[in-house]
């Protein structure tokens, strides 16, 4: 079973419930458990992972296109081709240039260019390394220079999932994407926000994007005794289901932020996120069925 977890943005508690969620079976089930960090641009799952030993790093390369400004004819095909706006050409002064941080490597480009004055060159994305925990693993990507490409990544990371066992992913925040692709294959998502109005403006845009992806998804809410109660009639109304009430406390925080795991420290909320994870499979059961 693979259960993906999604923040409505960076910093609501979606590395927090992961992590938990993930130390709270691992030793009740014989099943290979995987925990995945698909945040590439900035993985921090690994600050909560017990010792591991190196499996296997695959490095993941994208191809980057070149502009012979001698060859280019300044026709333009290749600015109207690029559906991301990352070539850059100005006619009259005679200069063109692909900028690199907004390519997505797609081709179009190249395709595009009737006078051969576009190769490509191979560069380093970043990498994927997997991790062996025992019985479990832990898979990372993680990209050598922040970028807005991050799918390659990912879906490397996706080639390393197995489908057997329970997977839990620990996706890219907001609702890009990049965050689309880390859930395409999920059986369930669990969406965590944070109780807020802006947390819930944030959450009904993961929710119209799970609901148009035909996903199960329940609600974490993170710091439920600050809740706004806008948050709460919006979850009933919608017959989204809040799988846990979280609460804000000064030990959780100083825990987490110490790189510990709440459900090592704390038996009570261990079974918490273990009943969780009985809601959340048996939805998964019947969904397949």
């Not at 706006?85 to 002064?93: T, V």
């Not at 706004?228 to 009933?236: D, T």
């Not at 038996?267 to 918490?272: G, H, T, V």
């Amino acid at each position: 079973m693979k259960i993906a977890i999604a923040g409505t943005k960076g910093g609501v508690g979606k590395t927090l419930i992961a992590v938990n969620l993930f130390y709270a079976i691992k030793d009740i089930t014989e099943a290979v458990c995987t925990i995945v960090d698909a945040h590439a641009q900035a993985p921090n799952v690994y600050h909560y992972i017990e010792t591991t030993s190196e499996v296997e790093v695959v490095t993941v390369n994208v191809r980057i296109p070149e502009i012979d400004q001698d060859a280019c004819t300044f026709c333009g095909r290749c600015v109207r081709y690029c559906a991301f706006d990352s070539i850059l050409m100005l006619k009259d002064s005679k200069h063109i240039k692909v900028l690199d941080d907004y390519c997505t490597s797609c081709g179009a480009c190249v395709y595009a260019c009737n006078d051969n004055a576009i190769s490509e060159r191979t560069e380093a994305l970043g990498k994927v390394t997997i991790m062996s925990l025992g019985k479990d693993r832990f898979v990372e990507g993680k990209m050598f220079a922040i970028r807005p490409l991050v799918s390659p990544i990912i879906q490397e990371i996706n080639e390393h999932i197995e489908s057997s066992g329970i997977t839990i992913i620990d996706t890219p925040p907001g609702s890009s994407y990049p965050f689309a692709e880390s859930v395409r294959d999920a059986d369930y998502v669990i969406l965590v926000s944070e109780a807020t109005k802006a947390g819930m403006q944030n959450l009904q845009s993961n929710v119209e994007l799970l609901a148009g992806m035909k996903k199960k998804f329940g609600v974490v809410v993170n710091k439920f005794n600050l809740a706004s109660e806008s948050m709460v009639e919006y979850l009933k109304k919608n017959n989204i289901p809040i799988l846990m009430k979280l609460e804000f406390k000064r030990d959780y925080a100083a825990i987490h932020t110490k790189g510990e795991v709440l459900v090592l420290k704390d038996d009570d909320l261990k079974q918490r996120f273990i009943k969780m994870f009985s809601v959340i499979e048996k939805e998964g059961k019947e969904q397949s069925l």
